[in-house]
């Protein structure tokens, strides 16, 4: 039986992210690298009814159904990417990766719920190590089921094994201008930058350039150093 | 930062799966229950291009995506649903469920992935232990990352542990009927009856019914005996 349906397929979006991430840049490339970085998912109503979240609470992890809708909608097909993780210059084919210039532009993430919070008779959800860009569109929520999806000795492919993490320093005096924030913040930073979050190409090379990254309300400038990322400077974004 | 978009998410229908579920009735509740029944996923052009599988034979497993497509748009948004696992009475909240009845329609499954079959310069898939009914709209294909999709030890809320599993017996004569299955197929069969598919609230009571379920080309006839699934007859179904 061929299915009938030659449309495109269309489904509301229920909500969104508000995550640590301004910009793409320094994203982490899968979810739970980062797992002091905590983000809100808020709902349009009438999503965020209570409800529809009764029994949430015991799970301890959820999927995240998004739309990436920061990348544009190819008008032709490209079979092939280059995921950063080959160092951007091997090709592999869409389906074998997790970019986001895919057919659907939907992404999986599964990440860690940490706290259901009602405020004002509507529902948002913390949840830890998220992977979204601040403002993401949120398709669907789907409670992690450990015995149906977890397959700890699946074959990974190319991807393994957790990257490798650099070192984070900061400059002199330059921690001292994120006192604004609190210490799971100041954790996520170090967390997000020990990535390396530069197009991979770059990471074997000598590189002095100087990289800026949004993350919370700060511009993060820092620079590579072998093993060690650098953080040089800090600049406060306005609210 | 609020996402812009207040429209609906929409993107292409990639293809379609062919699997032994020709209905609803009988189709196990998650994914991996019934590891015997294999699934073909056929893709549309251009998606069934060889160059976008490149590297996927190194993953031993996938999450599908797909569309819910038997299940009817609700105008109005339904926060509740009753999951079978529960006895198809007690509550839960949407997003605390696996549920079709969500307002996405997206379903999402892990699935092993046994073939990449390459026919007439296109590709298409065979995966074990999928839930989905024959027929049924695939978004998405994205391959599985351990050490970032598998987290064993997750609270699984009210699906902690896989359901428990009837005997599964054929009356004289009746396997007979079967003999153009293959052997996996027919192990396929006895693993989707031992899921005991009645509706839930069914399962404890006094049972005379005769139930009839779509697999392969037959239609099974079956009824309960205590902890038996005693397989009454078979009959073929047209090609």
């Known amino acids: 039986m061929q299915s009938n ?7 509301p979006i229920i909500g969104y992210i508000k995550s640590p991430f301004a910009d793409k840049f ?3 490339r ?6 002091s970085a905590i983000s809100q998912i808020c709902f349009y109503k009438p999503y965020s009814d209570p409800k529809a979240f009764i029994a949430l609470e015991g799970f301890s992890h959820l999927h995240l159904i998004f739309f990436f809708d920061k990348i544009e909608k190819e008008e032709t097909f490209r079979a092939m990417v280059r995921p950063p993780r080959l160092g951007g210059n091997q090709h592999v084919g869409v389906f074998a990766s997790r ?4 057919p659907s532009r939907i992404g999986l993430s599964v990440v860690e719920l940490v706290e259901i919070k009602k405020h004002d008779g509507e529902i948002s959800l913390f949840v830890s190590g998220a992977d979204l860009v601040d403002g993401t569109p949120i398709l669907d929520i789907k409670p992690y089921i450990p015995f149906v999806d977890a397959k700890p000795y699946a074959k990974g492919g190319f991807a393994t094994e957790k990257p490798p993490l650099k070192q984070v320093i900061f ?3 330059v921690r001292l201008k994120l006192k604004s924030l609190n210490t799971r913040e100041l954790k996520a930073i170090e967390e997000i930058l020990a990535q ?3 197009p991979a190409y770059k990471a074997g090379t000598e ?7 949004q993350l919370y309300n700060f511009e993060i400038v820092f620079s590579f150093h072998g093993d060690t990322v650098l953080v040089e400077d ?3 974004l306005k609210a």
Do not use: I
């Open 5 to 11: 349906l030659s449309t495109d397929f269309s489904c």
């Open 26 to 28: 320094a994203v982490p």
């Open 30 to 35: 899968q979810s739970g690298l980062a797992p």
């Open 99 to 102: 970019s986001p210039f895919r």
């Open 171 to 173: 400059k002199e005096g």
């Open 196 to 198: 390396d979050p530069r």
């Open 207 to 213: 590189d002095v350039k100087l990289y800026r990254a």
């Open 234 to 236: 800090v600049l406060q």
